[in-house]
């Protein structure tokens, strides 16, 4: 009955060290693993616990010597963020900017991929490197054209590109369209062809099979695109800060708003990074089932 | 012209009887059948070249032009220049190309570590994830809230823990640790690299973790179960089995990983501001900088190029060494 403990017979008792089958993983690996992370955990937590406990501090605690407890817990800066710098209108531009481009880059994505996945056709191959090309290009290259660019259309026909919400949700939807194409053919070749084939025998037109068959099929996938395209757009910097106005200027933006010339209003600063991540956090957390189904079926074939 | 060609002749024989004989009202099928795929490409197709070609086009035209502010409202009446934006460029021993070399470099040495410690905690954290054990769930979303987090907002509160008189990071170092003789600047001079570094790799490894975790769904199940009856223990499984299965997983995500990190605008910008300092001077920044400070969008605009150049180059030979080029374009 007592068989030795280094036996490989996978029925057999063991000792820590003999191998194990990927159900009950050695000591060595369960310590390592705890290990680890813990402190991953210490290391990703550290600023959001900053953010959250400084919110709640008086301006005296933030200004000295770093303090890991509030002197005096207040909810103050949370009003005063509004009043300090007009955060709520850049709030409003903010979701504007960010789900306009978003809501655009889902729909211009979902009939590009569609094309790609489902027809045959010439300058299918150009146009899938091209595009997944210029997810290589640092984002200074597009700046200053795009400046000109859009002065340039603006003086010829009166659009005002330049410092409008337009021009900044055009640029942000073509950030996150490369991507989105990219990860949407991969989800839609993973809808057997053989739905939309029969919603095509039933009777539907290419366009009504694509949002009868395909789309519900690859909602995971869509749902995905989404959430990365507004996060591209609702975290995005560069061009927020040379391509907005006073009325139309972004959160990204406006946050730097909250250090004046003597002092910066950390308490608020903070306050106010909290108040404008936790929409895209939350929303982020409840639908990263969905990334993870995405990405799995989408970028990593 | 498509493939689908065939079938949907079939397809409209087969459908008088069915359902959709109802609706008559149908484009004509050849335009559908041979425009429809373009029609379909066509918002995605106009906007790449609107805000994707045309500013490169442009950009490489803007090159050869001296671009002082002067010019800006009128830039196509800017006097040509040839490739003398270009000769300042990369004359490495007058100032602006010294600077630029010195950026690049920069650069690549922060690209390298940190796309490295990216890869590293993102594969480990995913690889210890892989088994199913109490508060798992919990920690998978936890580790996904430094990507969620808006850039400038998780950037800017590790400035505020990088400040010299009232950030955390001076807090436990020098008065509570003791390590430090007097606090330490952490945004200005040598360790403003370190600085970057760190808030680089918090914000980029979670990408990882997650391509990787990704790519670990694809590993059949019954490998492992093989190995195990074979007598491979769990650490011999990740090492056998676990890493050699995420190659191709791994070549895309270091790839992806490289380009943003090295393009990176945001995080610096929000770190430091309008001018990094020199030992983080990296070079989105660096171009950043030399086109607004000095209003010489000529010569910033001959940077960007080589850039761009530097960065098809290393794409290429990368796809060519990882033999994921043929994939890539029959996407």
Redesign the interface.
Known sequence: MSSPATT?R?TAPRSPS?????MA??R??LWS?RI??TL??G??????Y??VS?SLKPLQD?????RWLPSDLTVQPYFDIWETVPLADYFVNSLIVAGAATVCSV???V??A???S????KG??V????????????????????F??Y?NIGNATGIALFGSRAGLI??Y??FS??FS??ML??YFDSVPRELD?AA???????LGALFRVVVPAAIPGIVAVAVYAF?TA?????FA?VMTNDVTRT??VG?QGYATQNDVY?NQ??AA??V??IP??AG??LL?RY??AG??AG??K | ????AP??TG?RA??TD??????GA??PGRI?RIG???L??L???L??I???????V??IF?SFKELSQFY??D?GAAPWRGLDNYSVTVDFDAPIGAALLHSFAITCAFTVLSVGLCWL?GT??AV?LQ?TFRGRGV????????????????V???A??FQR????V??VLH?QLGLTDSPTFWLIGDNSFVALLVVSV?KGWPFAF??V???L??IPRDM??AA??????????IRRITLPSLRP?NQ?LVL?LF?WT??D??TP??LFGKSAPESADL??IH??QS?FATWD?GT??AM??L??LF??VV?GLYLLVTNRGRK????
């Open positions: 490989t996978p003999a191998p194990r089958s990927p993983p050695p060595s690996f693993r680890f992370l991953l955990v290391f990703v937590l550290l600023p959001v900053v953010m400084s933030v200004t000295e010597k770093f729909t211009i994505a009939f590009a569609y094309a790609v489902r027809y045959r056709f299918k191959r146009f899938t490197v091209t595009v997944l090309s210029t997810q290589m290009f640092p984002g200074i290259l597009f700046l200053l054209p795009l000109l660019i002065v055009l640029t939807l073509t369209l490369p194409i990219w053919i991969g084939e095509l025998v039933d009777g539907c037109g290419p996060m609702w975290g995005e910097v560069l800060s959160l990204a946050l950390w600063v903070m990074s909290l404008v991540s895209v956090v982020f957390l990263q990334l993870v990405l799995t970028a990593v | 012209m498509t493939v689908t079938e949907e397809t087969a459908k069915g359902p959709g004989a109802a609706r149908r484009p559908r429809l795929p373009y379909l490409l918002p995605a197709l906007l790449e609107l805000v994707h070609l045309l500013p490169i442009t950009g803007m800006l409202r830039w905690l480990t954290a210890y088994e920690l998978r979303a936890l580790f996904l809230v430094p990507y969620a987090l808006p850039v400038y907002a998780a800017i509160t590790w505020f823990m008189d009232n950030g955390l001076n807090h008065d918090w997650l391509i975790m990704a790519g769904q694809n492992y179960e195990a009856i074979d007598g491979a223990g769990m650490w011999q499984q997983v895309v992806v380009l090295f393009n605008f945001n910008y929000v070079i989105s171009i950043y086109s969008f910033g605009s960007s190029v850039l761009l960065l098809l794409t890539t374009a029959d996407v």
